[in-house]
């Protein structure tokens, strides 16, 4: 296909699920942009690519009322492609040709690269095309990565994950784990740095695994910490047993790494923590959160909790009630248990009833909305260090602004702090952000 044709063809983008689907998002951008496509809207899209989530049943309905969707508009718009991509990809494979008709393309994480060809081959070929590498890490660092933020990057430095937690269907979907060789993930992040980006998020279904030539992730973000004009290194997503004793020693000695800590507890009972094969009991789990707050006081505690998993009987239920309001986390998500097909725990019977699921986990937000209030508000009134990342997208004569535990912070202040730290004191807090006034300025 001429170059000009492919000027002419536009591609929309639609990304579901995590960071790591949201950095896939970002290359496909990229890749497709530096080989003549425009990246577009849906509205006017030619193409239609979802990047696509399989953690959970409803982000998978999600994409399957969308293909139905899709399939209306096609019958008035024949020559509309519809791509996949992302783990459903990885988790259906071609069985989803079969029952989407109106589907064009799957393209794996693998394969993102190929992604021009493969859409010049539907094009040719009118057929339905699929690209699924199977082995290998998806990741390949890449200049052409379009991103949302100047400031901002996310950098992958390992893909899929050793552990079998029984409920989980991200070792099916992306692998066992690979880990970037420790050189390759400080070059790349140090070409980041030199195109203007000063707070990278390294990302890993299993982040603090991470092992590349021999390089644990203590030693990996000590590495990152040397980058002169790197500002701040965030990281996600965490597993207890990973988290160790040299992690939280790590993150209290470096003012630049991020102290929100994003670490999952998924159930407070020992019994249901078994059945999912967390490999830690919430004693462990405990004693792990008091070392990294004796080390680390200041830091923000993030969690992911599942309700009504196979077996939850009320005590096990409230057993996870009294882990959250003892802990006591800054944020968590809290999710109903959805059967994974591909996953061990779907050979165990999905045992509690939806209502109570739903009973379950709108408790445990209101608890944790509580908890989140009271912490929020004990904030007020402080001075904090706050990274400026941009204009608020709310009120654009306000700027937006993170604190080192990332939390969102909006006050008054010109353009040429952006990019920049800066004194506020903390006045108010609107929903999950708060509403500063900044302290005398700052120039770098
Ligand atoms: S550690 Fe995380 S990514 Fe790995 S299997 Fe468990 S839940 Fe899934």
Redesign the pocket.
């Known amino acids: 296909m001429k170059l000009d044709e492919r000027k002419s063809l536009k591609v929309a983008i639609h990304t579901f699920g995590c960071q790591m689907n949201e950095y896939d998002g970002e290359v496909a951008a990229g890749i497709l942009g530096a080989a003549g496509f425009e990246i577009a809207g849906e509205g006017d899209a030619d193409v239609i690519l979802m990047n696509t989530c399989s953690v959970r049943e409803h982000a998978e309905e999600r994409v399957f009322s969308r293909l139905g969707m899709l399939g209306k508009v096609k019958r008035t718009r024949p020559e509309l492609i519809v791509g996949l991509m992302g783990c459903m990809v990885e988790e259906h494979r071609e069985k989803l040709f079969k029952r989407f008709h109106q589907l064009d393309l799957m393209v794996g994480t693998r394969n993102i690269k190929e992604l021009p060809s493969l859409i010049e081959e539907v094009r040719r070929r009118r057929q339905q095309v699929a690209r699924i590498k199977q082995d290998g890490i998806s990741i390949e660092y890449t200049d052409l990565v379009r991103r949302t933020s100047k400031l901002h990057a996310w950098l992958p430095i390992m893909t899929g994950?050793d552990?079998?937690?029984t409920f989980?269907i991200?070792?099916v979907t992306r692998g066992g784990e690979v880990s970037m060789p420790a050189r390759e993930v400080y070059r790349e992040a140090s070409r980041l740095v030199g195109e203007g980006v000063k707070w990278i998020t390294l990302l890993g279904?299993?982040v603090n695994s991470y092992r590349g030539e021999g390089v644990a992730f203590p030693q990996l973000l000590e590495l990152l910490c040397q980058i002169d004009r790197l500002e701040r290194i965030s990281f996600t997503?965490s597993?207890p047993s990973d988290a160790t004793e040299e992690l939280f020693q790590t993150i209290a000695r470096n003012p630049k790494i991020s102290r929100r800590f994003h670490l999952?507890l998924q159930s407070g009972s020992d019994r249901i923590l078994k059945r999912m094969k967390r490999l830690h009991t919430y004693e462990d789990y405990k004693k792990k959160v008091n070392r990294l707050r004796e080390l680390a006081p200041d830091v923000s505690l993030t969690t992911d909790i599942i309700v009504g998993f196979s077996g939850e009987a009320e005590e096990d239920y409230e057993a996870t009630k009294r882990a959250l309001a003892e802990v006591r986390y800054d944020g968590a998500y809290i999710y109903k248990y959805s059967v994974r097909p591909t996953t061990p725990a779907a050979k165990l019977t999905d045992d509690v009833p939806y209502e109570v699921k739903e009973e379950r986990n709108q408790e445990l937000l209101r608890l944790q909305k509580e908890i989140e209030r009271e912490k929020n508000r004990s904030w007020l009134g402080r001075q904090v260090g706050v990274f400026v990342e941009g204009r608020s997208p709310k009120r654009s004569d306000q700027l937006l602004g993170r604190t080192l535990q990332e939390k969102k912070v909006v006050f008054d202040g010109a353009q040429d702090l952006v990019g920049t730290f800066q004194t506020v004191t903390l006045l108010d807090i609107k929903n999950e952000t708060f509403v500063g006034a900044l302290e005398s300025v700052c120039v770098p």
Request: proline share 17%.
């Open positions: 994950c552990k079998v937690c989980c991200v070792p279904q299993n997503t597993h999952p």
